[in-house]
């Protein structure tokens, strides 16, 4: 059974950074896009960054030039760097792959990351 494990979520100040990484445990195969999301209650979730198989990122508008995503297709895993964080970054961060092979989705349990002003 695949299963999306993530850490390094936490409390920062706001300036701070935080690194978060996302890794499949059990057989998962080759993952073509990955990416992360967060969510506010009561808000849905929205995507923060994606990587593809080939290791083009997209981000959205509210984090470019602050947050870096990354992959190790070796490991299966991907990481989120986040810098210069603000307090309207507070969320709960969840993973997700997309398998290459009958494009299934997972998503990780999710990660509390709370900026303070």
């Known amino acids: 059974q695949v299963q999306l494990v993530e850490s390094g979520g936490g409390l920062v100040q706001a300036g701070g950074s935080l690194r978060l990484s996302c890794a499949a445990s059990?057989?998962?195969?080759?993952?073509?896009?990955m990416g992360w999301y967060r969510q506010i209650p009561g808000k849905q979730r929205e995507l923060v960054a994606a990587i593809g198989s080939i290791g083009i990122p997209t981000y959205a508008d509210s984090v470019k030039g602050r947050f870096a995503i990354s992959r190790d297709n070796a490991k299966n895993t991907v990481y989120l760097q986040m810098n210069s964080l603000k307090p309207e970054d507070t969320a709960v961060y969840y993973c997700?792959?997309?398998?290459?092979?009958?494009?299934?989705?997972?998503w990780g349990q999710g990660t509390q990351v709370t900026v303070s002003s």
């Open positions: 059990g057989s998962i195969g080759s993952i073509k896009d």
């Open positions: 997700n792959f997309r398998r290459e092979w009958d494009t299934s989705v997972y």
